[in-house]
Every structure is written in C-alpha cells, then in structure tokens.
C-alpha cells in the first residue's frame, strides 16, 4: 500500500499537525485533519480526544462522523450511535451519517431500526440511490425479498453503470431462491466489468451459501 500503513505516514501526520497547532493555534480544520491522520494510524483514544475537543468548539457534519467512527473502533458502540443521532438531526442533509448509523445497526442485527433510520434519512434526501440501496439491502437482510428487489432496481435507475445495485439485486435472487442462472448472470458480470470488488464478494456468498463445499470447484471460485 503507498499509505505504509500505521507505521508510515499517518502518525507522522499527526505529529506535524500537532506541531502546526502549538505554533499558532488549532483552527476547527486542523483539529479535524489532526483527529483524522490520529484515526487513520489506528490511535482511537487520541483521536476521540481531539475530536470531541474539536466539537466542544462548534459542530460540523465531518467532525461528528469521524467521531462516531472513532466510537465504533474504539468498540464504544452506544456513544457512535448517539453521536451519529445528534449528526442526523444537526446535518439532516448529509447521508453519510444515515448510512453509517444503519451500517452499525445491521453490524448488530437490528434491522428494522436500521430500515428506520434510512426512511428518514430519505425524507430529508430524496433521491439519494446509496440510501436507497442501503433500504434494500436492510430489507434483503430481514428476509424481505420484494421490497428489496424494488428498491435495488429503482437505485439501479438512479445510478446507471454501477455495480452495487445490479449485484445486489441477482444476490436477493439467490437468497430467495437459491437459482443457478442468477448466479450464471453475477459471472456474466464480473466479465464485463471487470475485477470488481463488490461483484466478487457477493458472487462468493452467493455460491458459498448456495451450497458450495471446501474442495469443490465452486468453493474455490467462491474464495
């Protein structure tokens, strides 16, 4: 990786940062680049620190996202949910912090408060297709395969030419119906987009769950 990981750039970053402040003070951006390049070298107490000290200056829609993902990884689950809410009604317009608060809700299997907090996060932005897929995926999720489809085919038409929607859609097809020449469409795929991440994760559950053994073909090509 050209980042270097966490023994390469990022705890330097920090420390220029935090340089740069001592010189002549921390502006609300600096504090913000300063809990970030913290979080990115894995230092999560340091980073919390910053940034709730960078929120007890004045809010911003960033701050609060990466605090609550500096919440989440320092496995302090209830204070990212709580801070995602206050960016949710705050910043209404931003869907990163619906998306997130609903990734942290399937991470703990509560779907429909996850299905919950997207609809509102959609009230506020409509036609956002990330949210939309968000919804589908909630609802292939809790088993509800046709209101998952729908949603999957009406983000399909917000964001022509992506992968995520059309993936997903042939993966709640399996799901449903366990049916072989979806799996056969979610290669077809992959062919002509190339070496997309997203359609070799979903083609692997798809197989995987579809019944694919170790040692098999299958398996193989799942992993």
């Not at 502006?27 to 680049?33: E, F, G, K």
């Not at 859609?169 to 799996?183: F, K, M, P, V, W």
């Amino acid at each position: 990786s050209n980042l270097r990981g966490t023994g390469g750039l990022f705890p330097g970053a920090a420390r220029v940062f935090q340089d740069i402040g001592a010189l002549g003070g921390i502006s609300p951006t600096l504090r913000y680049n300063l809990g970030l390049a913290q979080y990115l070298a894995g230092d999560y107490t340091s980073a919390i620190q910053t940034l709730e000290e960078a929120e007890s200056h004045g809010h911003s829609s960033d701050s609060l996202n990466l605090l609550a993902q500096a919440y989440d990884k320092n496995h302090q689950t209830q204070l990212s949910i709580d801070t995602l809410r206050k960016a949710t009604v705050l910043f209404p317009a931003d869907e990163n912090n619906y998306l997130d608060l609903a990734t942290i809700c399937i991470d703990h299997n509560a779907y429909p408060l996850g299905i919950e907090v997207v609809q509102i996060g959609m009230k506020n932005k409509p036609g956002s297709e990330r949210l939309l897929f968000q919804l589908g995926l909630l609802h292939a999720l809790s088993g509800q395969f046709d209101l998952a489809r729908e949603e999957f085919l009406k983000a399909g038409k917000m964001a022509p030419g992506k992968d995520l929607p059309v993936a997903a859609l042939g993966l709640a097809d399996i799901q449903q119906n366990g049916r072989e020449d979806t799996i056969r469409e979610l290669r077809n795929n992959l062919k002509q987009k190339g070496d997309s991440a997203i359609l070799c994760y979903l083609l692997g559950s798809s197989l995987v769950r579809n019944g694919a053994r170790p040692g098999s073909p299958e398996y193989a090509e799942a992993h």
